[in-house]
Structure formats: structure tokens, C-alpha cells
């Protein structure tokens, strides 16, 4: 018996997340599968009715599950960041996921791209330092103290800014963040990765051209763990991964990324497959509780429509059992998905006319008569 917390969110969250887990629940019934499911409440809604953003008490119920089968975080009547950073990124950090599983592949002829060779790419994103530690201030009229506090469960850093200026009024920075133990566990994740996947060479991303200390850091161990190890890599200027992503997706395996190229490239490589509706993501601590969540957000412009596309929802689902050893009942997922899809039963981003519902009734029709 598995635990799992549902955290359906705001937006299409619920719309999509309810696309998941009729499709679990074809599995108890065709399967040993069991699982035992708590839904929280966490998002805008009980933000706005308490000011509750993760409160120590989710936090107690999360840690006592297998597994977080998210939805998606972000509402127009909140100011922005306030339930990404206070939800969804201190989710990530609370628990440790470390690594941020992101694949993307070709499905049928649903590709945005002329060039029709089959890509299948996992990107492992680098999930809990560079310029996402929150380590940001603003000095109101040129001057002040901002002092940092990066707390982490694996070190607390301090750093205590000061700036005065003479003539500029306001102004801002965002300091990224790399640390040794934060960069080796992320590299051995990933050399294990790709061993794992049968290959002997993967691509690691970064701009080290231009902030040189921060991806200086991550070039040094991504070096070592490669000498170590004999796994082969070739580095790639984030600029011109964008570039050959879009013109030869097939030459990449498994692609590693700092926290922020990641977000990025995963949105391209998503709508390179057909949409960004398709993308699934894992949050991923090995020794620890991993949450699952389609790749894209709260879609307020098509929420309440039926339209939207529910596989980034289903395929996270996959994920998950994946993650919890039940490999063969993630590719009937996956199985189910390609099905709907000959079927041509597909949302309006990729070009069909289903239901958000009809498309999850197509991936149960195929899950349930395997
Ligand atoms: P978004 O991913 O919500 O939407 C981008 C575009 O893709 C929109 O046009 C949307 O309609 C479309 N789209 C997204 N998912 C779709 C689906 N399943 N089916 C069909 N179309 C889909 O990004 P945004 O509009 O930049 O952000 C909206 C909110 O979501 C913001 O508050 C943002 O911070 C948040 N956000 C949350 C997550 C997350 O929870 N993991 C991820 C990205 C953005
Ligand atoms: C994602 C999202 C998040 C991120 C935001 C909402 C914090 O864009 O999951 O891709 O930047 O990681
Ligand atoms: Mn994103």
C-alpha cells in the first residue's frame, strides 16, 4: 500500500490532476497497484481565505507519504511569486528534491518540428540552488543593508550586503548559488542516470562564458565526477542548446541543467514534442519523499474550459509509479497516452477537439483492457 498526498492547486491544476487519478484508480482495479490517497488543500483559495501558504502541518502530513501528486501553483489574485516561492519551491527545498526529472519525447506526428527523427530526452535539472535560494533585495534609494540567510538542510550561508550609490535611486539583484555538496550530489544523480540508461556521454548546460564563478563551480565538479567516474560529457552554452534543440533534438540523450536554463529548456523541449500541455515532471530527493506535477502551470486563460490537456498530469502519474518500482504499469500509462492519441483523441493545443474528460476516458479505456 502506497501513501500518497494529492495536491490539486489552482488554475487547470484540479481539472488535470482529477485526469490522473481516474486513471490510478484504473489501475487498483487492473492491478496489485493500492494506494491510500490524502488530498490537501494548499493554493490561492485557502491563501486568500487564511494567508496559509505550506504550513508545518502539511509538511508533517507530506512526510509521512511515498509520494505528492501536485497540480499546479499560481493565481491572478495573488501577487506574483507569492505562492510559487511560498508553495511550490519551499515544497522543493522542505523535502530536498534535489533533482528536477524532465523528459520529453516524440509522440506519432504531433512534433512541432519539420525534421522528423524520433528524440527522446531527459533532462535532469539541477532543482534547489543557482538563482532560485530566494537570495535577492532591493536597496530602496541607493543604499542599505540586505542581510542573507540561505538556509539549507545541508548548510546555512550568510551573506550581509551593503551598497551605497551616489546616482542611481533603486536597485535590485538576485545572487545565484552554487555549493560543492549541493553540485556532487547532483552530478552523481546524474553519471548514475545515465549509466543506468545505457549510455556512456550526456550534455551538461550552463553559461560559464559569462557568470564564470557560479558555473566555474559546476564545470570543476561536473569534471571531476566525469574522471572519476569515465561517464563522457561535452559542455553546452545554454544559447546554443536552445539553438540545436530546436534543430537536432535527436543527438541528446540525457541533458543536465542549472535550476534556471532548466525551467527554460523544458518549456522548449515540451512544446517540441506538441505542447507544453504534454510535459511531465518529477521533484526528486533518492532518499526521500519526490513530488510529481505536470511541467506547466495554472493556465488562468483556459481554466474552467475543458480544454485543458491532461497527458503532462497522466504522464507525472507515471512518474510516480516509476519512482515506486512499478516500472511495467508506467509504460501501460504511457501506452494509454499513445493510444488516445491515434485515436485522435486530443485537447485543442494539439489540434484536436476532446474534453479534458474524454481525453483521461481514452487513456482508462486503453489501461483498463491490457
Ligand atoms: P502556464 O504553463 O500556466 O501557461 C502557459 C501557456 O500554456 C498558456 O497559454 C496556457 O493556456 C498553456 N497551457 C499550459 N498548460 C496547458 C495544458 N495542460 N493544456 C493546454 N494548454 C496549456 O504558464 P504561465 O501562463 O506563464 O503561468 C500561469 C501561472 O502558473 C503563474 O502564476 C505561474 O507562476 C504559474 N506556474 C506554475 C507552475 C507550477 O505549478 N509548476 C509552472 C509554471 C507556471
Ligand atoms: C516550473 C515552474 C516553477 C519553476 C515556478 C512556478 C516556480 O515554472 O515548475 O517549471 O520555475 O520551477
Ligand atoms: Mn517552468
Known amino acids: 500500500m502506497f501513501k500518497v498526498a494529492v495536491i490539486p492547486g489552482d488554475g487547470i491544476g484540479p481539472e488535470v490532476v482529477s485526469e490522473g487519478l481516474k486513471v490510478l484508480d484504473a489501475l487498483e482495479e487492473t492491478s496489485s497497484l493500492r494506494m491510500q490517497r490524502t488530498e490537501l488543500d494548499i493554493g490561492a483559495s485557502r491563501y486568500l481565505r487564511s494567508g496559509e501558504l505550506l504550513t508545518e502541518d502539511d509538511v508533517a502530513t507530506l512526510t509521512k507519504q511515498d509520494a505528492i501528486y501536485f497540480g499546479a501553483i499560481g493565481d491572478p489574485r495573488v501577487p506574483t511569486g507569492v505562492l510559487e516561492r511560498g508553495i511550490l519551491l519551499t515544497m522543493r527545498t522542505r523535502f530536498d528534491q534535489y533533482v528536477n526529472l524532465r523528459p520529453i519525447r516524440s509522440w506519432l506526428n504531433f512534433s512541432r518540428l519539420k525534421n522528423e527523427a524520433p528524440f527522446n530526452i531527459a533532462f535532469l535539472r539541477e532543482n534547489t540552488e543557482d538563482f532560485y535560494m530566494g537570495a535577492g533585495g532591493i536597496f530602496k534609494g541607493g543604499e542599505g543593508k540586505v542581510p542573507l540567510r540561505i538556509k539549507r538542510t545541508m548548510y546555512d550561508i550568510r551573506i550581509d550586503l551593503e551598497a551605497s550609490s551616489s546616482d542611481v535611486e533603486d536597485f535590485a539583484f538576485e545572487v545565484g548559488i552554487h555549493s560543492r555538496r549541493g553540485l556532487e550530489r547532483f552530478a552523481d544523480f546524474v553519471m548514475s542516470y545515465v549509466n543506468q540508461a545505457g549510455l556512456d556521454e550526456f550534455t551538461v548546460v550552463d553559461k560559464a562564458n559569462v557568470c564564470t564563478s557560479l558555473y566555474g563551480l559546476w564545470r570543476e565538479v561536473f569534471r571531476e565526477k566525469s574522471e572519476k567516474t569515465g561517464?563522457?560529457?561535452e559542455f553546452m552554452f545554454v544559447d546554443a542548446m536552445a539553438m540545436a534543440l530546436v534543430r537536432n533534438p535527436e543527438r541528446f540523450g540525457v541533458v543536465a541543467t542549472p535550476n534556471m536554463f532548466g525551467d527554460i529548456l523544458t518549456?522548449?523541449?515540451?512544446?517540441?514534442?506538441?505542447?507544453?500541455?504534454?510535459?511531465?515532471?518529477?521533484?526528486i530527493n533518492p532518499s526521500g519523499v519526490s513530488m510529481f506535477e505536470p511541467v506547466h502551470g495554472s493556465a488562468p486563460d483556459i481554466v474552467g474550459k475543458s480544454k485543458a490537456n491532461p497527458f503532462g498530469a497522466i504522464l507525472a502519474a507515471k512518474l510516480m509509479l516509476e519512482h515506486l518500482g512499478m516500472v511495467e504499469l508506467g509504460k501501460r500509462i504511457e501506452s494509454g497516452v499513445e493510444s488516445a492519441m491515434k485515436k485522435g483523441i486530443v485537447t485543442p493545443d494539439?489540434?484536436?477537439?476532446?474534453?479534458?474528460?474524454?481525453?483521461g476516458d481514452a487513456v482508462i479505456e486503453y489501461v483498463m483492457c491490457v
Open 231 to 233: 561517464v563522457r560529457l
Open 350 to 359: 494539439l489540434g484536436g477537439s476532446s474534453t479534458t474528460s474524454e481525453v
Open 267 to 283: 518549456d522548449l523541449g515540451a512544446e517540441l514534442q506538441g505542447s507544453l500541455g504534454l510535459s511531465a515532471s518529477g521533484n
